[in-house]
């Protein structure tokens, strides 16, 4: 039965006659663009391909001798124009900003007033939709409100 309906519904959209073969490689992307600050040799928007990794924006950026990357996943696939901000070894953890795009569990739980929950959904708001452009983009998480994110906005970074 489930068969018999298929082979009718693709009769009906194939003798209606309003389709249209579409070339797909039109809507693929040859590179993308990843912008990145923070310790590395070459600031700003890198040229990547499609699916590369931050290993491989690194790669292309080089790190300075203050690159902190210990915190970093560095399989995390890339979007085009995403933002990172590599950061730096600091012996002043207060002056450290904790990095919404690379921080895993752990490192997120350490921004104020951000619990387990909240921290599982930015992991999750990022695996979903990318990396973050702006750091207002955190309020599109469920849980972080105008409120929380004035309270945090001075303590991250992309």
């Known amino acids: 039965m489930r068969l018999l309906l298929t082979v009718f519904l693709c009769f009906i959209i194939l003798s209606s006659g309003k389709f249209n073969i579409i070339n797909i ?82 490192g997120l739980l350490q921004i104020p007033k951000i619990g387990e929950k909240t921290a599982q959904a930015i992991i999750d708001y990022r695996n979903q939709h990318g990396l973050f452009q702006i750091l207002e983009d955190l309020m599109k998480v469920k849980g972080i409100g105008q409120a929380k994110f004035d309270f945090i906005k001075d303590k991250i970074c992309l």
């Open 25 to 106: 490689n039109q809507y693929s992307k040859s590179s993308i663009q990843v912008t990145v600050y923070g310790a590395v040799l070459r600031q700003g928007v890198i040229s990547l391909d499609p699916y590369a990794t931050i290993q491989e924006l690194l790669s292309k950026a080089g790190l300075n001798e203050n690159a902190d990357i210990s915190s970093l996943n560095l399989e995390t696939i890339l979007h085009d124009k995403d933002v990172l901000t590599i950061p730096t070894k600091s012996s002043d953890i207060s002056v450290n900003l904790i990095s919404i795009n690379t921080s895993d569990l752990n």
